[in-house]
């Protein structure tokens, strides 16, 4: 045939298969119950302006496992939407003068077009963004209906509050005393706050982590730790010379007889009666009250404390224990008073060390050994009780029994399961967030939750940001309403953001839906999601509200699952080379990565780089994209520059998904090579002739390898892809099975038949990695049925079986020659193939064969001496 190849052009090529697509509604969902159903979900973006490479790595990944899905034959739902509600909008409009929901939708739009030049095979039908009425009304129904459950809540209490963003932070959100997102210096304040129950769920919760077996260990770990289930006890002191009693939690009875002193919070209610007439402790309590208390940052911190001039009375020994205000304990943990045991904590010791408080030993390591040496650190592990009287002898399991049993007598104990998870406080104090749906009867004070016929409470629309206050809470028109004809104010806080996104996997089961938060028929066909892919930055907060969200939704009879995530991949960060140049003012400006020119070592190190302007740079190394170090990658640059295909191909084949990803421009050009010569070789084949029809019976040993790599291939691919989730290594296994067809040239019915099927799967393996390129190679094979209907490859069991197998020829341990046997040869044939070859006939002689030793299909090794 005669030779008309047409150049590869990703640029012509992909908006074409993409108008295909788009007009075809190719990846268009509906329920069908004759077919096993797949829900394939990545973690929502919020619309910010532009896409990043992390979202791009996020879903190259979804798109990969959603199209291998299709392939297998199932019905897959694969939805998109906006997780729009937040911040930067309302930051955005002070610095731009427009309004929050203009800016949003604005960026939805033109985030939308990078979505779809990116080729995902999303079904755009069932789109959401959070931040319209009708996506919100829904969860401002749901949450009045927990409010009539009990499961809501208002109280007072002290939170982080950022003085930059005017808004309260989660203790997560604080890091290093910092806000997490603006850098400000956290402060505490006392407001009232809403909060939702978790803690009612805490034990289903922790309980139904070990369904989880499709989430990767180290987040079910981290969950864990979050919940932070512990059995004690709950002692009550009584305060010296006063009826005041305060009670401290335990995990550590059997160190009861230890204790030398109690720290409080300095928000304890024991602490305001204290400082009436103590200035100097008054002053303590307020530093104490607006420091960071951030978990980290209690854990590092240095360790003060203030006697209060209170003592407890120790309810066994009767002996007065004094009573410090320490900076350490803070009331929403626990009780807000610990009881201290020098001996056998190290804070406490270090506390105590500080603070010239005696430190008693009442555990040892075992009956037989002295007292543990507490000159330089306390004894923290489970021991024998010693010192500690009527218990002294007695291990940990008996101590604690022993001890707890006697409190309770005495009546000031009780045993409690405790837990570290805190009700979720879902109020923020700002503007682009959803309305929290309740009303405060003026005359009466009574609180209610908005009707649902008045449903959704829509934000005002044209409103001035400023950046200090909510406009919410100075718009009388809007927060002033009636209740059943009684006048009626409105709550001015908005939802936490993370209310939406715990619950819009259930609304893409039928985004259209008028009537109700969602199809229950349809969300008990979808759900649960059978693959979640997203950041390891989530693995608390999203994934654990969106878990107890979806048992408040199957406690209300809308879901009758347990869990919303099957399966969970969390994919790594992406990293790329920093520069920077330093001014005359010693000022370091940085400089984009596309923008440097770096030269190298003989091992590829970089040894200087200069920028266009001629700026020697320094290289910062390899660190996570920010928009701070001035390394980010623009994805719609790559994609205008190399193609859709390109780029999705080096994100998936860089690194392991779960691992961070090298952002290296040779890779991306590495990446495009490949393609253009995967277009060469099908249109080499197509040039070459005809599909033929495969005779088994005539295939040449040759053809025969080439069909077993093939299969072979097939195998591990599907494995990689469905299992493993290596992505990786599928694509270097296709890479390797395309080195090795490419040395099969013959023309012959036989060799066309065998390349032609090598081809054909290939291209149908590839498809869910490189989709816009395969679509047009899967016609161009003169394929007449749609590639994205197709059906995944199935191994062939016959072609995996080997005529011949290669055996290594070792002598004395060294490899010396590679003999060919049947799979099955005997044991004593295989050894005699292996005495005849040159190699071992060369290497043995004039020598005596000592013995020879065979490893099934593997190696035969020959010892000489």
């Not at 119950?33 to 973690?43: I, R, S």
């Not at 002692?235 to 010379?241: A, E, H, Q, R």
């Not at 959803?434 to 008045?454: F, H, Q, R, S, W």
Request: charged share 30%.
């Amino acid at each position: 045939m005669a030779d008309n190849k047409v150049a590869y052009n990703p640029q012509e090529i992909e908006p074409e298969v993409q108008k295909y697509w788009e007009e075809h509604q190719t990846f268009r969902a509906t329920e069908d119950k004759n077919k096993e159903k797949y829900y394939c979900l990545v973690m929502f973006p919020y619309p910010s302006g532009r896409l990043h490479l992390g979202h791009v790595r996020n879903y190259a990944l979804g798109d990969v496992i959603a199209r291998f899905n299709r392939l297998l034959g199932k019905n897959v739902l694969a939805p998109i939407g906006w997780d729009a509600f937040g911040l930067p909008a309302e930051n955005a409009a002070i610095k731009n003068n427009k309004q929050p929901g203009d800016w949003t939708y604005e960026n939805i739009s033109y985030m939308k077009g990078q979505l779809k030049s990116l080729g995902l095979s999303y079904d755009w039908a069932r789109e959401v963004a959070t931040c319209r009425p009708e996506y919100y009304k829904w969860e401002q129904k749901f949450f009045g209906e927990l409010y009539k459950k009990g499961l809501v809540y208002k109280k007072v209490s002290t939170v982080n509050w950022c003085p930059v963003d005017n808004t309260v932070l989660a203790n997560e959100q604080v890091e290093n005393g910092c806000c997490w997102r603006c850098g400000s210096k956290v402060e505490l304040k006392e407001i009232p706050q809403w909060y939702l129950k978790i803690t009612a769920y805490a034990e289903e919760l922790l309980n139904d982590l070990d369904k989880l077996d499709g989430w990767p260990e180290r987040v079910r770990t981290m969950q864990k730790n979050w919940i932070g289930r512990s059995e004690g006890l709950n002692i009550t002191f009584k305060v010296d010379g006063s009826d005041d009693t305060f009670t401290v939690y335990t995990t550590r009875p059997d160190t009861f007889m230890g204790i030398t002193y109690i720290s409080i919070s300095a928000n304890h209610p024991l602490v305001k009666k204290c400082c009436e007439n103590n200035p100097e402790l008054e002053a303590f309590c307020q530093e104490c009250r607006t420091q960071k208390f951030a978990e980290a940052d209690l854990a590092t911190m240095e360790k003060k404390g203030m006697a209060t001039g209170l003592y407890a009375i120790h309810p066994i020994t009767g002996r007065k224990v004094p009573i410090y205000v320490a900076n350490f304990v803070i009331m929403d943990y626990g009780t807000g008073a610990v009881m201290s045991v020098p001996g056998h904590d190290q804070r406490d010791y270090e506390f105590a060390k500080k603070y010239g408080i005696e430190i008693i030993p009442v555990i040892k390591e075992s009956k037989e050994s002295g007292d543990p040496d507490l000159s330089e650190h306390a004894f923290v592990e489970h021991g024998i009780a010693c010192h500690s009287g009527e218990f002294d002898g007695m291990n940990f399991e008996e101590a604690f029994k022993a001890i707890a049993d006697k409190l309770e007598s005495m009546g000031c104990a009780e045993r409690k399961v405790n837990y570290r998870l805190r009700d979720w406080g879902i109020s923020r104090q700002r503007y682009w967030g959803a309305p929290i749906p309740m009303l405060t009867i003026d005359e009466t004070g009574e609180v209610v939750p908005e009707k649902d016929e008045n449903l959704p409470v829509e934000l005002p629309y044209d409103v001035k940001i400023n950046g200090v206050i909510s406009p919410l809470k100075t718009d009388e028109k809007w927060y002033k309403t009636t209740y059943e004809g009684k006048s009626a104010t409105r709550e001015t806080d908005t939802f936490d953001t993370f209310m939406e996104s715990s619950w819009y996997f259930a609304r893409y089961c039928s985004p259209r839906d008028e009537k109700e938060m969602f199809d229950k028929d349809a969300a008990n066909y979808w759900l649960p999601v059978d693959q979640y892919i997203g950041g390891i930055e989530h693995a608390v907060l999203h994934l654990l509200y969106s878990r107890f969200f979806f048992k408040l939704l199957r406690d209300a009879g809308m879901v009758k699952y347990d869990e919303p995530f099957k399966r969970l991949l969390c994919q790594g960060m992406v990293l790329a080379d920093a520069y920077y140049y330093l001014d005359e003012k010693g000022t370091k400006n940085w400089v984009n990565p596309l923008d440097a020119f770096p030269t190298r070592d003989d091992k590829g190190n970089i040894v200087s780089a200069v920028d266009k302007e001629g700026h020697q740079l320094h290289h910062e190394g390899m660190i996570k994209m920010s928009k701070s170090k001035a390394n980010g990658i623009d994805p719609e640059y790559m994609v205008k520059m190399y193609g859709a295909d390109t780029v999705r191909l080096f994100m998936l084949f860089a690194s392991p998904a779960e691992l961070t990803l090298e952002w290296r421009q040779s890779g991306v050009e590495g990446s495009q090579r490949f393609l253009r010569k995967l277009w060469s070789q099908v249109q080499d084949l197509v040039n070459a002739g005809p599909k033929v029809t495969l005779d088994k019976n005539k295939l040449t040993p040759e053809l025969k390898k080439l069909r077993h790599e093939l299969h072979v291939t097939i195998e591990k691919v599907t494995d990689d892809i469905g299992r493993r989730q290596t992505f990786n290594t599928a694509i270097a296994a296709i890479m390797e099975l395309l080195n090795l067809a490419n040395k099969c040239t013959g023309t012959d019915e036989a060799s066309m038949a065998v390349r032609y099927e090598v081809y054909n799967s290939v291209i149908i393996m590839l498809y869910p990695i490189v989709p816009h390129i395969c679509f047009k190679l899967w016609s161009m094979l003169g394929n007449t049925t749609e590639i994205d209907t197709e059906t995944w490859p199935v191994a062939d069991k016959e072609a995996l079986k080997e005529d011949e197998i290669t055996i290594v020829v070792q002598i004395n341990g060294k490899v010396r020659a590679k003999i060919s046997v049947a799979p099955n040869e005997d044991e004593e044939a295989v050894i005699a193939k292996a005495k005849e070859t040159p190699e071992a006939q060369k290497f043995t002689e004039g020598k005596q064969i000592k013995k020879s030793i065979y490893v099934k299909g593997r190696l035969v090794n020959i010892v000489a001496v």
